[in-house]
């Protein structure tokens, strides 16, 4: 009522909005140094340098509501037994987010979502040249 637009016309048009900012957060939301060739200056000489040597980021996943038609909730529905999505969020040690992806059903384990996506080469996941 307060816009005057019915709530499908201000959904398809918000998507339509994040559709493009996800488009260019592939731009950016990347790591500094994307061949992770130094030490980030917070762990180099940190008393805690042992813990994360070789280390170049944090993953992390978290689990929030999901909204979806009731036919299709049952593999989101996780233990707590409402509907979730799992999100795996990447962030370097400047707790710069370099890396999201959002979407998996919260039934979903952190480390398949972790494997799927480093097999999935067409999402771009940051990681250090091999060698």
């Not at 799992?86 to 039934?107: E, L, R, S």
Request: charged content about 20%.
């Amino acid at each position: 009522e307060r816009f005057q637009h019915s709530g499908e016309t201000i959904s398809r048009n918000f998507k339509k909005i994040l559709e493009k900012i996800c488009l260019i957060a592939i731009d950016i939301m990347k790591p500094l140094d994307p061949y992770f060739k130094d030490i980030h200056e917070k762990i180099v000489n940190s008393k805690y340098m042992a813990h994360f040597k070789n280390s170049i980021c944090v993953v992390d996943g978290v689990h929030v509501t999901a909204s979806l038609p009731y036919e299709q909730q049952v593999p989101y529905i996780g233990r707590k037994g409402i509907p979730t999505q799992n999100i795996m969020a990447v962030c370097d040690f400047d707790m710069q987010f370099t890396f999201v992806y959002a979407g998996w059903q919260g039934t979903a384990h952190d480390t398949w979502i972790f494997y799927s996506t480093l097999r999935n080469l067409e999402l771009n996941f940051p990681k250090p040249l091999e060698g």
